[in-house]
């Protein structure tokens, strides 16, 4: 078991409980002048927070105010027992941005933080100024039949199987080899040091973080028929109207590159990072810091 106080891990930020959404949330904050634009960044599976520790500094320094945030069930956020679909998640971010004290925040999400970036665009207009999706792909996208095939010839359907499966996949994440083995199987070759494995593994020990961890991927795959994942999916119709900005790594061994660019419409814009899998913010942390401060710099 693993105190969710050890995952405050020291660094050029602070960290902050906030309320939002009847829940209390952990965000690690940079400093910034109180009218810097809010930049919210979402972590994806099986990450947290500490995903971003690079982007943090880097975003401050580019005269943002950015915020990395621990998704409900993740990290030091709450764990309540209900909530782990993506309309849920979107309107904790959104409650997160007004907790902050902001009217509205560019939201970017690595992988399932990417889904639910993309989603906030639909379900949180009112709150999203941008949506920066990594190694994500629009949900939509997700639902394409080459898409479906693309995921069927690596080991992305695989494990998503396999999440939905009670009890077994929260007993590998606590006490097998799931967390380091899906880094290392999602990520380009090479990327994964004894540190990060260590630490996510630590955070996948927080009581009931493996479970919630699970939940979020259990929905995406068992709502597709049911009411509440076509309701979700029709209000994914809506045609993004912020700037969007998308990064995929051309190593990425969770979604190819090849079936991952999505535009609709909106001010859109994708790059593809040379070398990099599908933990885009640590495998290349520069290049993904250039190019979001190079795209935040001309939104309007």
Do not use: C
């Amino acid at each position: 078991m693993t105190d969710p106080s050890a995952l405050l891990i020291e660094g050029p930020w602070q960290h902050r409980f906030v309320p939002a959404n009847a829940a209390r949330f952990h965000v690690a904050e940079t400093e910034a002048a109180s009218d810097a634009p809010l930049v919210i960044l979402l972590h994806g599976f099986p990450q947290m927070w500490w995903a971003w520790r690079d982007q943090l500094p880097a975003l401050a320094g580019a005269g943002y105010r950015a915020v990395a945030m621990d998704l409900r069930g993740t990290g030091a956020s709450d764990k309540p027992p209900h909530g782990y679909d993506i309309p849920t998640l979107t309107s904790d971010v959104a409650g997160v941005i007004r907790s902050l004290g902001a009217q509205e925040a560019v939201v970017v999400g690595q992988g399932v933080g990417g889904i639910v970036a993309w989603s906030m665009a639909a379900l949180q207009p009112a709150v999203t100024r941008g949506v920066g999706a990594l190694g994500a792909l629009h949900p939509l996208r997700m639902h394409t039949g080459s898409v479906m095939r693309a995921m069927l010839a690596r080991t992305t359907a695989r494990r998503l199987a396999f999440a939905q499966l009670p009890y077994l996949p929260e007993q590998r994440m606590t006490r097998g080899d799931l967390v380091p083995r899906i880094l290392a199987e999602w990520g380009a070759p090479g990327w994964l040091t004894s540190e990060v494995a260590a630490t996510y593994r630590d955070a996948a020990a927080v009581p009931f973080a493996a479970h919630t961890a699970m939940e979020v991927l259990r929905w995406l795959v068992r709502s597709t028929p049911r009411v509440d994942g076509q309701r979700y999916l029709s209000a994914m119709r809506t045609p993004v109207a912020v700037p969007v900005f998308q990064l995929h790594g051309s190593a990425d061994r969770a979604i190819p590159v090849s079936v991952a660019a999505w535009g609709n419409g909106a001010p859109y814009r994708f790059e593809a990072v040379p070398g990099a899998g599908h933990f885009l913010a640590e495998e290349a942390p520069d290049r993904v810091t250039e190019l979001l401060v190079d795209w935040l710099d001309k939104l309007d």
